[in-house]
């Protein structure tokens, strides 16, 4: 759907309830009055085919703004839809019912602001775990102080969890926070009434850093260095929307070799973060020496990023209005030879797992998420492409100049393990193909724009390896964040993952959580 | 099957002579900044430019806590006179007291690993360890889940409020001799999450630590070194600075 037809489908339905605030050529705000809220999000979410990207609650100096951030494919751009409340009514009505992506959004904000979503079905207990935290802390309001140190709490030996199964003789498998070799820390309840699992409710926020907090007062600069940190396997992706946020607020004209240069370095993280990705994979089907074939793709493709940049994980590359430093072209050219080596061994690799019966029958039919619920759930990046909702903000919203790029976008139907292992294979392929691309593209010139910082706020938006990450960033007059709130892709997978991991037996759970290809950093923020 | 063979052949012998000679690899560490005598207006510039307070001045030297360093590499690139730099990995130091197990331990031990809120990238680190390219069995070292098994706990992430608890009984369940390995900028100090109301100072706010590797992420021939330096094998890196009388 364009901007007109919206605006018109709008101007009918809520007369004088909604009104389009402001507009540019890829952003229409639409201030909506709270009754209309659900109904509006509803039609854009199942009708008019917008994705979810996320709930920006913001503590104004008198009202609460609310901010429920859409996007379309190309010319249906974003659609920003904001509702406003002063400070003393902190009840809102829930959009959950109808727009199921926003679930846990609401959770967090009920969590840290103390905000009330009427209608929804389970607050409580999410990111500040009750069993540790007394109630009424809400640490993202203005006045609470983030750098008191750590309140030394005792954990609640009473608390129990929630139960959903309820048949006789179920019982509860708590697994985590400290589970398995190297993993991150992470609790599942897994339900079961015997040999098969029925459910599994992951339990997160045990790494929760407050990040979006701690960047509050302080400079874009030092925020930098946080969206490079919070969740440092995709470091690039997430500075870089960050960047980008900053960068629109500023009105920001950037170099090309800039851009160009950004375009390759994200490129190179998606492919290591996928050979990783499969690595993992080949891990959980303890299939040895398929293992240590993408163990050896992941280590090079890291030593690779560290010869060209100095850092194994990029760190330090990206500046607001551009780069820290440059690339020399040479030294490019030679990282794409080497990962294209690299990309052939994992085509190697693929072919050979493809006619590994072994292999493959712990991956088919395996976890499965069929496309409608993969949509509703707002599920994202390769996941969501397994099971057919082939959107990718690189094609859908272009930023950075994929716009003048040459890629496609692999989609699978099956929505299984085995799917999601095709498109890390196929999407590899993609990186390594705009990598030629982008350094073909590479002319002489500066790779930074000096940057007049300046009040005001805007959302960065990046396909970073793992789906769509959003970061919207509000600028004070002295240039410092007023308010920085992170959606990572990972936050909108984890709340879909349950789905895949019903119903099964035990040994199969490894498997359903690489498959997955989650990160605990990123989403517990 | 016999395809699977053909390819394991093709891919040579991968790993690295470390520790019985050092890694000359490209792209193996990210490296750290070097100390030492500057030009005195340098000094200054410096320590100015640092976010995590990594440089202090002694009569003029350049003291560096390595400890502190999380890569940003503010102090080196875009700037007229850069920090000088060195490609190094051997990071391990010592502690507190008594670091070294004594002979049982010289040949094999089990190691319990802990993220307490990393970013990822240290745990993704450790994870190499365990490719052809590091390959840490043929050390001896082993990864275990359970506590009761472990020799070693190696923490990663500056400890969070909700993994404290989980921190502490992983560590009461070990059974003695036990020795905490820290690893990464944020297990050493907090790194950039810290201090704050959710967030410790690092390992040493929770547990003892006997052998600390600095790096945001440390690389994973330096968490090999912590580890040799654990089981006494690898004599510990020097300390650049008492960092216990700079900052704390
Ligand atoms: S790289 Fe960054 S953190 Fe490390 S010494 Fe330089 S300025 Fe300080």
Redesign the pocket.
């Known amino acids: 759907m364009n901007r007109p037809e919206l605006k018109e489908q709008i101007a009918q339905r809520w007369p004088g309830q909604v009104q389009c605030r402001s507009e540019s050529a890829s952003l229409c705000e639409l201030a909506c009055a709270r009754a209309a809220l659900p109904e509006l999000c509803a039609r854009l979410f199942l009708e008019w085919n917008f994705s979810f990207a996320g709930l920006i609650v913001e503590e104004g100096a008198s009202e609460w703004q609310l901010r429920y951030a859409f996007y379309g494919e190309g010319d249906a751009g974003w659609v920003h839809v904001l509702v406003t409340a002063p400070l003393a009514e902190k009840t809102f009505p829930s959009i959950v019912k109808f727009v199921h992506a926003a679930d846990w959004h609401e959770r967090e904000a009920e969590d840290l602001f103390g905000i009330h979503f009427e209608g929804h079905p389970r607050l409580g207990d999410f990111i500040l775990h009750d069993d540790a935290w007394q109630e009424n802390v809400e640490p993202m309001r203005r006045h609470f102080d983030a750098r008191e140190a750590m309140r030394h709490r005792k954990p609640d030996e009473d608390w129990r969890p929630h139960r959903i199964v309820q048949e006789p003789g179920a019982f509860v498998m708590p697994v985590g926070p400290k589970f398995s070799g190297v993993t991150e820390s992470v609790h599942f309840l897994l339900e079961t009434v015997g040999e098969d699992v029925i459910r599994s409710t992951p339990r997160l926020f045990y790494k929760w850093r407050a990040i979006e907090k701690m960047a509050e007062d302080k400079t874009a600069d030092e925020v930098l260095l946080l969206a490079e940190r919070f969740a440092a396997t995709t470091a690039f992706a997430h500075g870089l929307a960050f960047c980008q946020a900053v960068e629109t607020i500023c009105g920001a004209n950037l170099p090309l070799r800039a851009k160009i240069l950004r375009v390759f370095l994200a490129e190179l993280e998606r492919l290591r973060q996928h050979a990783g990705a499969i690595q993992e994979i080949c891990e959980s089907t303890a299939l040895a020496v398929a293992n240590a074939h993408a163990g050896i793709c992941e280590e090079e493709l890291l030593r690779i990023s560290c010869e060209l940049t100095g850092h194994r994980y990029l760190f ?1 590359l990206l500046a607001l209005g551009g780069l820290l430093c440059d690339l020399p072209d040479d030294a490019c050219a030679k990282a794409l030879e080497k990962s294209q080596k690299v990309l052939t061994q994992l085509n190697r690799l693929e072919k050979q797992l493809r006619v590994s019966s072994s292999f493959l029958d712990r991956l088919e039919e395996v976890g499965i998420v069929p496309e409608r619920t993969a949509m509703v759930y707002g599920l994202l990046g390769p996941i969501a492409r397994a099971s057919g909702v082939v959107r990718d903000l690189r094609r859908a919203q272009p930023y950075s100049g994929y716009e003048n790029l040459q890629f496609d976008v692999p989609g699978e139907q099956e929505g299984d393990g085995y799917a999601r292992l095709r498109i890390l294979f196929a999407e590899a392929r993609q990186s390594v193909r705009i990598m030629e691309q982008a350094a073909a593209a590479l002319q002489s010139g500066s790779v930074r724009e000096p940057l007049q910082l300046r009040a005001g706020a805007a959302l960065g938006w990046v396909e970073a390896p793992r789906g769509g990450a959003f970061h919207w960033v509000r600028l004070d007059e002295k240039g410092k964040v007023a308010r920085y709130r992170i959606v990572p892709p990972s936050f909108a997978n984890w709340h879909g993952f349950h789905l895949s991991v019903e119903k099964f037996a035990f040994q199969d759970f490894p498997i359903m959580l690489s498959t997955f290809n989650l990160s605990v950093a990123e989403n517990d923020r | 099957m016999s395809q699977w063979v053909i390819n394991g052949i093709r891919a040579g012998i991968k790993t690295t002579a470390y520790p019985a000679k050092p890694e000359t690899a490209a792209g193996v560490t990210p490296g ?2 070097v100390g030492g005598d500057y030009p005195a207006n340098n000094v200054n510039s ?1 320590i100015s ?7 202090s001045d002694s009569d003029g030297q350049i003291i ?1 806590d390595r400890r ?9 690139r875009g700037v007229e006179r850069p ?1 000088n730099w060195e490609q190094s990995y051997e990071w391990g130091t010592v502690r507190d007291g008594q670091h070294e197990f004594g002979q049982p331990f010289e040949r094999s031990i089990h190691i319990c690993v802990v993220d307490a809120g990393d970013c990822g990238a240290c745990l993704n680190e450790v994870k190499q360890l365990n490719n052809p390219y590091y390959n840490m069995h043929r050390l001896g070292f082993f990864i275990t889940p359970t506590p009761r098994h472990a020799d070693v706990l190696l923490v990663v992430g500056p400890v969070t409020d909700h993994m404290k608890f989980a921190l502490k009984k992983v560590y009461d369940a070990m059974p003695a001799p036990k020795r905490v390995v820290a690893v990464g900028a944020c297990a050493l100090t907090g790194g950039v999450f810290a201090e704050s109301f959710v967030c410790a100072k690092g390992v040493r706010d929770v547990l003892p630590v006997d052998v600390e590797v600095p790096g ?1 992420p440390a690389p994973p021939l330096a968490i090999l070194h912590g580890l040799l330096v654990a089981t006494g094998r690898k004599a510990p890196a020097m300390k650049d600075a008492d960092p216990t009388n700079l900052h704390e």
Not at chain 2, 49 to 55: N, W
Not at chain 2, 70 to 75: A, Q, T
């Open positions: 330090g | 750290l900044p410096l430019l640092c976010p995590t307070r990594v440089f560096v502190r360093c999380i890569h940003c590499y503010r102090c080196v920090v945001n």
